[in-house]
Each structure stands twice: as structure tokens, then as C-alpha cells.
Nanobody, 123 residues
Framework: QVRLVEYGGGLVQAGGSLRLSCEAS????????MAWFRQAPGKEREFVAI???????FYADSVKGRFTISRDNAKNTVYLQMNSLKPEDTAVYYC?????????????????WGQGTQVTVSS
């Protein structure tokens, strides 16, 4: 069982920045593929970014160049640095991981989820 806890959401003006953190339980965090998803009101949950255990990363087109995912294996934590925020980035942001990840972009592939943290970007 893996427990995930997110921190760092809040209200920010358009063009501003926020950093989200997600702390995971467990002794083998370095082997986890860690992803961020988000869900806006009335919309389906969507993939944002992933940090694979091998060290590479990948981003949704909508956030590429503005968001950066990183991890600190010593702290069992994955981060999402969000810059140049836009009102359309407003959503609840979730971190997630899976026992065996096949298709990173689908939320049903993930077994463990955090409780979510609200990010609101005002125009």
C-alpha cells in the first residue's frame, strides 16, 4: 500500500507560479513512476506530467514549457513547479502512482492517488 499526500495548492494570479509537492510512503520510492493529473470542474481528469523511475519525464502539450516535474528520492517526494499559470490551469491536482504502469496517460492505470490539492488561477 502506498499513501500519497499533496501540498502546495492555492490561489494565484495569471502569470504567477506555484509549486506542488507530493510525499509518498514506502521504502522504494525511487522505483515508483510518479504522475500528476488534474481535474477541472465539469471535466474529466487529465494527465499533466510524469516522472519515470528511470529519470526521464514527459508532459502534456498544454503544460509543456511552463510546468516542470521533479523528484527527490531521499525525501520520497515528487514536485510540480508551475510557472506562467493561466486561468485554464484551474483544477484539483492529484499525484498518482501504479504498481505496474502500462499507459501513463490514462488515469485508470494508476492504483494509488493523493487526496488532491486545489489550484485556482485568477485572471
Amino acid at each position: 500500500q502506498v499513501r500519497l499526500v499533496e501540498y502546495g495548492g492555492g490561489l494565484v494570479q495569471a502569470g504567477g507560479s506555484l509549486r506542488l509537492s507530493c510525499e509518498a510512503s514506502g521504502r522504494t520510492f525511487s522505483t515508483y513512476d510518479m504522475a500528476w493529473f488534474r481535474q477541472a470542474p465539469g471535466k474529466e481528469r487529465e494527465f499533466v506530467a510524469i516522472s519515470w523511475s528511470a529519470g526521464n519525464t514527459f508532459y502534456a502539450d498544454s503544460v509543456k514549457g511552463r510546468f516542470t516535474i521533479s523528484r527527490d528520492n531521499a525525501k520520497n517526494t515528487v514536485y510540480l513547479q508551475m510557472n506562467s499559470l493561466k486561468p485554464e490551469d484551474t483544477a484539483v491536482y492529484y499525484c498518482a502512482t501504479a504498481r505496474v504502469l502500462r499507459s501513463y496517460q490514462f488515469d485508470f492505470e494508476y492504483d494509488y492517488w493523493g487526496q488532491g490539492t486545489q489550484v485556482t488561477v485568477s485572471s
